[in-house]
């Protein structure tokens, strides 16, 4: 394919022949339908592939959510990109209109959510690890729910005997949970300049909560699985 093949099939970006209000109006249009076409958040690098150099991604996902306000649905902005979501208020309709009732889904168990938490505040972190924190050994029926949701994955080996693998969280976790990143997580910061969120302390102390009757023992730790888009920061 020559030069000249080539330069008409890339996208106009600079817009340059429109007036200031349409080209703007175009670059609205572009970065809608970009996001609305994906099924997962859309990042900045991949936005500004249908934009000009000098537009604001920022300024034109402001006038989005502008339009949008007062629409059933909104642009929310999880797991480093942006993504198109219904407002919390109409879940019960839509779960009605696809026949699962106005029943909310099933949360996770306590225990669960507990080990969700510490593996999101902790990671890179093994099961034997997470035995630890919790004064009793976790389950892998624990792990393997949190893994079939795809709220975590394989991390990087750890460096003690046996390099077992490390359990860290996923985008399905940050976009599920409507975090940008894990800075979102509540209070870290403030957690961690107090000294009361410190790996090492609770890995030498313990975690102060029963995790309940599911963490049966099970011999063996941390068998490797397969990735599936690991977060490790």
């Known amino acids: 394919m020559g030069r000249r093949a080539r330069a008409k099939e890339e996208l106009d970006t600079e817009l340059t022949d429109l007036p200031p209000e349409l080209r703007w109006r175009e670059w609205m249009g572009r970065v809608e339908a970009v996001i609305f076409a994906s099924p997962e958040p859309v990042t900045r690098e991949t936005l500004a592939r249908v934009v000009g150099r000098d537009c604001s991604l920022d300024l034109i996902i402001d006038d989005i959510r502008e339009e949008l306000r007062g629409r059933p649905y909104e642009l929310v902005t999880v797991a480093g990109g942006w993504q198109h979501r219904t407002k919390k208020e109409f879940a019960d ?6 026949g699962l009732g106005a029943t ?4 996770l168990s306590q225990s669960e959510a507990l080990v969700l938490m510490c593996i999101a505040y902790f990671q890179p972190i093994t099961r034997g690890e997470l035995g630890r924190v919790f004064g009793k050994e976790i389950s892998r029926d624990v792990i393997g729910h949190l893994r079939s949701l795809g709220f975590i994955a394989a991390g990087p080996r750890s460096p003690t005997p046996g390099a077992p693998y490390t359990n860290v969280t996923t985008k399905t976790f940050l976009s599920h949970f409507s975090f940008e990143s894990l800075r979102d997580l509540p209070d870290i910061e403030l957690l961690e300049d107090a000294g009361l969120l410190s790996k090492d302390i609770l890995l030498a102390d313990g975690f102060p909560v029963d995790l309940g009757a599911d963490a ?18």
């Open 93 to 98: 309709a839509i779960r009605a209109a696809i």
């Open 104 to 107: 909310a889904p099933k949360p």
């Open 216 to 233: 049966t023992a099970v011999e063996g730790d941390d068998e490797p699985f397969e990735r599936d888009e690991p977060l490790a920061g």
